[in-house]
């Protein structure tokens, strides 16, 4: 009898575990654009990670890409159901996937800036309105798809000067330069997820999620963003953006 009721047990506990196993959700996905170089990324992400792992209680994955159109491309693709954006790719993407939406961002991506240095060689000095001195002068731009490297200061830049702006591929040397001026501020940063993420997590996983994003109160976690705390954030915050990136031709 013994042998008998060890028996059916560990069927029993088989059975359980099996359907347990067919049960569990799969993981997680997200990304984020590569703003850092890629070991601080991985460090910064493995955090938010294991972060969300426990607060969620489903398993949680980061998904490195190598640009920020790839970024765009996983979010898209369903390769990742949820992504760290600046404010012109987390656009692209959310124009890509219905029902799409921010639901977070950093209390300072609230009030971004873009900076515009010069060679101090130029002899280019600070003001406080855009510095007309640059006509005629060569510069280089971030990224195509950041929002502070390239899309705000083409903008700025074609408000004065019109027609499109050509740029090439350059290095910095930070003791050689200068601001010169400051933009002013845009939205910019945030986590958008996908509008199917329900389907798949149920109903109300949308909202647990923004809570715990809410939530990160870790210091380890938040100076890796440089952020102080994550507020709430939607779509609509981020229509100057879309409007910038129609303006200058860069949104697809």
């Known amino acids: 009898m013994m042998i008998r009721t060890i028996a059916v047990s560990a069927i029993l506990g088989a059975l359980l575990g099996g359907s347990a196993l067919a049960q569990e959700k799969p993981a997680l996905v997200f990304t984020a654009i590569p ?3 890629e070991t601080r990324l991985v460090e910064r992400f493995t955090r938010v990670a294991d972060y969300l792992r426990g607060k969620l209680s489903v398993p949680v994955r980061y998904l490195p890409v190598k640009s920020y159109p790839a970024a765009v491309a996983a979010f898209v693709n369903n390769q990742v159901q949820l992504a760290w954006f600046g404010g012109f790719t987390g656009v692209q993407a959310r124009r890509q996937v219905p029902d799409s939406e921010a639901i977070a961002q950093g209390a300072e991506d609230l009030a971004f800036k873009s900076f515009f240095i010069a060679n101090v060689r130029t002899g280019l000095k600070p003001s406080s309105g855009f510095p007309k001195d640059i006509a005629g002068k060569s510069f ?22 019109g027609g499109r702006s050509p740029s ?3 290095k910095i040397e930070p003791s050689q330069v200068s601001v010169i ?3 002013p501020t845009f939205p910019d940063y945030q986590w958008t997820v996908r509008g ?8 109300g996983f949308k909202q647990r999620l923004q809570d715990a994003l809410l939530a990160v109160n870790d210091p380890a976690i938040l100076n890796q963003f440089a952020r102080t705390k994550f507020v709430p954030a939607k779509n609509s915050d981020y229509r100057p953006i879309e409007e910038v990136g129609q303006a200058t031709n860069l949104l697809d």
């Not at 990224?143 to 899309?151: E, H």
Request: glycine letters at 10%.
């Open 140 to 161: 280089t731009f971030g990224s195509r798809a950041s929002t502070s490297g390239r899309l705000m200061p083409e903008y700025f830049i074609r408000q004065q000067f």
């Open 196 to 203: 199917d993420v329900e389907k798949t997590y149920g109903t």
């Open 168 to 170: 090439k591929a350059g």
């Open 181 to 183: 001026w400051e933009s």
């Open 35 to 37: 703003d850092q170089d």
